[in-house]
């Protein structure tokens, strides 16, 4: 049976340039065996020979035990999960570009794009454009594409019922992204944001409305249930309680991977909130271990309201 979705998914893919395989290599050489999958998202996707943009890739990998070995590193990664890496890398002609990515099991990448999971991170993120490259095989690239297309899903019903009896598809989906975005740490505005990436792949976006939904009136508007509408009002409300503490517990997490990583991670803090947060010299050292009381002094100060 044909899946309309899905079939779109499949559709998006890319030949990346030089710079961006260049990354994947040495992503792959320090996760030997490991990696299943890459997917490529965030602005850059748009400026890929930019060197001047940062790379932004989700690695879904088969272990975390064997991707990390024995140490804590593992263990934390499916506590909290993604872990985020940063590499750099320079051409024949001396070019740094530079890389964060998100390391997580395919397995969780699945679930984490379903309806099982309440935080939007991933199933929001993944209803956007971006691309799968390097899939260890064709089971591995139809596990991405089903899962993607249930976050598609997801988000969709999480966004319909808020502009519900009748909305465009600018209109369905920026709802969406800014009620995500609102339960993250963003320096940019959720609302500018949000209908920025809508516009700018709104052929898409009306696509998979049209796919879900059926086709628009002759306005453009399509028909839509309101019927969860409370609910859904509940779980973002929920969502944003939960959200901001979470991501910055990751972020704190991921600021142990790369040198300067704390001071990059409390300085875009700062620029969002206004808070300024200076560490101890043990936290400094042990910024993973630390994270949930530097987390909970960043919260009484304010830096995620």
Sequence with gaps: MSDAVLDIIRSESLEPPTRVNDILQAIEKRHKDRVQAFVYYGSSLREMNNPEKMLDFYVLVDSYRKTHGTGPRA???????PAV????RKDDQGILSTCKYSLLSL????RRCSDEVLQSQVWGRFSQPCILLRAKNDDVAER???ARADAVRQMASQSAPLVAPSATASEIWGRGFYESYRTELRPESSVGRSQEIVERFLDRYASLTTALYGPPDKTGHYKLSAETKDKVKGLWFWRRVQGKPL???RVLNSAATF???LDYVLRKLKNHSGVDFHPTEFQRRHPVLTS???????W???AFR
């Design 75 to 81: 263990f934390l990664n499916r506590l909290i999960p």
């Design 85 to 88: 890496y940063y590499i750099e």
């Design 107 to 110: 397995k969780e990448f699945e």
């Design 144 to 146: 991405v594409y089903r």
């Design 247 to 249: 991501s910055v517990i």
């Design 259 to 261: 040198e300067g990583g």
């Design 292 to 298: 949930p009381v530097m987390g909970w002094k960043l």
């Design 300 to 302: 009484r100060k304010g």
